[in-house]
């Protein structure tokens, strides 16, 4: 069975720092691997989606990694703003389901 | 484009009554929409897949005769939570996919309904 776990789980940290991203899974034989964000109360925003035959994709400041043998993606956030104050969750894709990590909670403060 | 919407956003019932949360795409064909649920500060679980003009799969541990789903467009999907209980309030979020028309398989996620029983 799959499982997602995500580190840290929370992350409080001044404007400015470039910050990472930790994902973890069981099982390599994913499909693909998505970020989202969610803000409090909301839906989800698609970040990144990074096929299983790749080894990264960027947007803007975010980098988000994959390293499918050893089952760990990062997201890399650059030069963090307050606006990137959200939920991130990461989300692998294998046997037709997406399945969710546990979420990290970041607050980036002015 | 891909846009899926959900309503209403936020519903209050009273125990026993039955909710009913729509789940649109708006501007593409969904041939699959998902159901997940999401308990405070929790991350998102998979309650059900359902294919336009099929019965819906249900996870294990979801009650298919309390979560009922019909998807019988492809553009609409419906969840209806039955019986409501105060444990029923929940994050509900739907999302879409169309393989036919996205070459990499995403799905669309709406924007959620906040579900509260009393």
């Known amino acids: 069975k799959q499982e997602v776990t995500q580190i840290p789980a929370a992350l409080s940290v001044p404007e400015g720092e470039n910050l990472v991203l930790n994902c973890s899974f069981t099982?390599?034989?994913?499909?693909?691997l998505q970020w989202f964000r969610q803000d409090p109360g909301k839906g989800l925003t698609s970040l990144l989606l990074i096929q299983s035959s790749q080894r990264e994709q960027t947007s803007g400041r975010l980098n988000a990694s994959l390293d499918k043998s050893s089952g760990r993606s990062t997201l890399y956030i650059a030069a963090s703003q307050p606006g990137d104050s959200a939920t991130y969750l990461c989300a692998v894709h294998n046997t037709d389901k997406l399945i969710f990590g546990t979420g990290t909670r970041l607050q980036v403060f002015p | 484009g891909a846009v899926v919407s959900q309503h209403p956003s936020r519903v209050i019932c009273k125990s026993g009554t039955s909710v009913k949360i729509e789940c649109r795409s708006l501007d593409f064909q969904a041939t699959t929409m998902f159901w997940y649920r999401q308990f405070p500060k929790q991350s998102l679980m998979l309650m059900a897949t359902?294919?336009?003009?099929?019965?819906?799969?249900?996870e294990q541990g979801v009650e298919k005769d309390k979560f009922l789903i019909n998807h019988a467009s492809l553009t609409l999907s419906t969840l209806t939570v039955t019986s409501a209980h105060p444990e029923d309030s929940s994050f509900y979020i739907c999302?879409?996919?169309?393989?036919?028309?996205?070459?990499?398989?995403?799905?669309?996620f709406g924007p959620g309904t906040r579900l509260t029983v009393l």
């Open positions: 359902s294919n336009e003009g099929s019965k819906a799969t249900y």
């Open positions: 099982d390599s034989a994913i499909y693909n």
């Open positions: 999302s879409a996919r169309d393989l036919r028309r996205f070459s990499t398989d995403t799905q669309y």
